[in-house]
């Protein structure tokens, strides 16, 4: 299918990416996936509205990270004010400052390898991959340097500190939480 019939198709349920010229639809999430997806919206969102910084999106809109390249569904992105010319109605039209995915079961290698390579390759800024499956919870998280991304530890604390959103401190615990605490967590940054 060419990205314009992508653009058009409309499938049933999950999320959808458009993968060396095919529809490809995957599973649906689980609770942990969804919490995790729930707060970093909830959580960059206010951060964003605080700050005027940008845009906050989410799948299932699109991003074409490169011209001809794929199109992807990220779980969360961010686009700064300079960047918003690239969104169009429907996707994207160039690499996201900011890339979150969740990690579900199908996923592991699309997030950590696939869109890893790919969005190193189209120059999105910072690269989280989170992982909330029971007994695999971790978060990495990568910054582009000189064309490649070099992973960042969390502080001592354990919280990250945003390069892309300056001042955004998440504090790694926050999202292995069944039920965030939001309101808690916005007294905690502040």
């Not at 049933?12 to 729930?38: D, F, N, P």
């Not at 039209?93 to 579900?104: K, T, W």
């Not at 120059?123 to 990568?142: N, S």
């Not at 926050?174 to 502040?190: A, K």
């Amino acid at each position: 299918m060419s990205f314009e019939e992508y653009l058009r198709w409309e499938p049933e349920g999950g999320l959808a990416e458009w993968v060396r010229g095919e529809g490809v639809q995957y599973v649906s999430t689980t609770k942990y996936h969804q919490s995790v997806i729930i707060f970093l919206i909830q959580l960059i969102g206010l951060f964003l509205q605080k700050h005027k910084l940008g845009r906050l999106l989410a799948a299932p809109y699109a991003m074409r990270a490169m011209s001809g390249g794929h199109a992807r569904e990220p779980d969360v992105f961010f686009v700064s004010n300079e960047r918003r010319g690239l969104m169009r109605d429907m996707f994207l039209d160039g690499p996201a400052d900011l890339v979150a995915e969740v990690i579900s079961d199908d996923s592991v290698t699309r997030d950590r390898v696939e869109k890893f390579d790919e969005h190193q390759e189209a120059g999105v800024r910072e690269y989280w991959v989170i992982d909330p499956r029971p007994g695999q919870q971790r978060a990495l998280f990568y910054v582009l340097r000189d064309g490649l991304f070099v992973p960042v530890k969390p502080d001592a604390d354990g919280a990250y500190r945003s390069t892309v959103l300056e001042g955004l401190r998440l504090q790694i615990a926050w999202l292995w939480e069944e039920e965030p605490d939001l309101l808690r967590v916005i007294q905690e940054m502040t």
